[in-house]
């Protein structure tokens, strides 16, 4: 069984929360239908716009203070505020969305959240079967 920190890092780095090893994205912020390693079902996540809210919060809780301190120690012009701050907000959130959508993929799926309770109850009747059918 794999913990809960375990899964949200794998999910962070983009593998699979299952096994570690497959690709969790088929593009940038689509989450593949299955592990091409261990086959683990990805279809029933349901990650949505969370993901986005929380790159909002922590960009946000990184950014707006790092601009008053700036502004409050040098008082650049405008214009310089928002050639350093707009490129250094919209590639964090960029850098950031990804993983984080892993990360929520990957908590879910620990969890048994949505979909993937039906999962957890199929592994837990026959694992043996299970784990066959995903050796193969």
């Given at each position: 069984?794999?913990?809960?920190p375990?899964a949200?890092l794998r999910?962070?780095t983009?593998?699979?929360p299952n096994?570690?090893?497959?690709?969790?994205?088929?593009r940038?912020?689509?989450v593949?239908d299955?592990?091409e390693?261990?086959s683990e079902?990805?279809?029933p996540q349901?990650a949505?716009?969370f993901?986005?809210?929380?790159?909002?919060?922590?960009?946000?809780?990184?950014?707006?203070p790092?601009?008053?301190w700036m502004?409050?120690?040098?008082?650049p012009?405008?214009w310089?505020?928002?050639a350093?701050?707009?490129?250094?907000?919209?590639?964090?959130?960029?850098a950031?969305?990804?993983p984080?959508?892993g990360a929520?993929v990957g908590l879910?799926w620990?969890?048994?959240?949505e979909g993937?309770?039906?999962t957890?109850?199929a592994?837990a009747?026959?694992?043996?079967?299970?784990?066959?059918?995903?050796?193969?």
């Amino acid at each position: 069984m794999v913990s809960l920190p375990k899964a949200m890092l794998r999910g962070f780095t983009m593998k699979c929360p299952n096994c570690g090893r497959g690709h969790l994205f088929g593009r940038f912020l689509k989450v593949a239908d299955h592990c091409e390693v261990c086959s683990e079902d990805f279809t029933p996540q349901r990650a949505d716009d969370f993901p986005a809210y929380l790159v909002i919060v922590v960009v946000g809780h990184v950014v707006v203070p790092a601009l008053l301190w700036m502004e409050m120690t040098y008082a650049p012009p405008a214009w310089l505020q928002l050639a350093i701050w707009l490129p250094v907000t919209l590639f964090s959130a960029l850098a950031l969305l990804q993983p984080t959508k892993g990360a929520i993929v990957g908590l879910q799926w620990q969890l048994g959240m949505e979909g993937f309770a039906a999962t957890r109850r199929a592994v837990a009747r026959a694992p043996s079967a299970v784990g066959r059918t995903r050796q193969a």
